[in-house]
């Protein structure tokens, strides 16, 4: 008789492992870019910066804290975004001097959804802030100084299960 009970409990907590986690379900993709904005020499972004597109430097200028003579995109990463748990982008490949956690706190609509997102630099977090994201909407963050220019993160939701 115990032994029936004991393979019967070690049946259901086998079972119960094997069970899918809903928080591990992807919901959708997520865009990061890190470009570095300067007024002085470009040069000093490093070799590996790239051009960035005319209408992503119409886009900054746009907005008056970023605006600046010059552009380059440092990198970029398209991570999935998982229902209940937290994810990292790695915009700097292979390099995790520059990370970006974020986890999704709840939506706001069709296209739309709310976001823990926190950018890390030299494992220190540098800050932290929770937008309301809109399916391929770009939002800006205006990041530290960084060889005598500025970081600028753009985040955006490329796809998006409703």
Same mark, same amino acid.
């Given at each position: ?5 004991? =393979? ?6 086998? &079972?119960?492992?094997? &069970? ?21 020499? $470009? ?5 590996? &910066?790239?051009?960035? *597109? ?7 200028? *746009? =907005? ?15 991570? %999935? ?7 990292? *982008? ?25 976001? $823990? ?8 977090? $540098?800050?932290? %802030?929770?937008?309301?994201? %809109? ?21 955006? $939701? ?5």
């Amino acid at each position: 008789m115990k032994f029936l009970v004991l =393979i019967s409990i070690s049946a259901l907590l086998i &079972a119960d492992l094997f &069970a899918q986690d809903p928080g591990m379900e992807p919901i959708g993709s997520l865009g990061v870019e890190l470009f570095y904005a300067t007024n002085d020499d $470009v040069k000093l972004a490093g070799d590996q &910066a790239q051009e960035v *597109a005319k209408d992503q430097v119409k886009a900054l200028k *746009a =907005i008056k804290e970023l605006s600046f003579s010059h552009y380059r995109r440092l990198g970029g990463d398209r991570p %999935t975004i998982l229902r209940g748990y937290e994810s990292w *982008a790695t915009p700097l490949k292979p390099s995790k001097e520059i990370l970006v956690s974020f986890q999704p706190i709840k939506r706001e609509g069709p296209g739309k959804m709310q976001m $823990v997102l926190e950018y890390w630099q030299s494992k220190r977090k $540098v800050f932290s %802030t929770n937008p309301v994201l %809109t399916k391929g909407k770009s939002l800006y963050l205006l990041g530290p100084e960084w060889r005598k220019g500025r970081l600028i993160l753009a985040v955006k $939701v490329l796809d998006l299960k409703d």
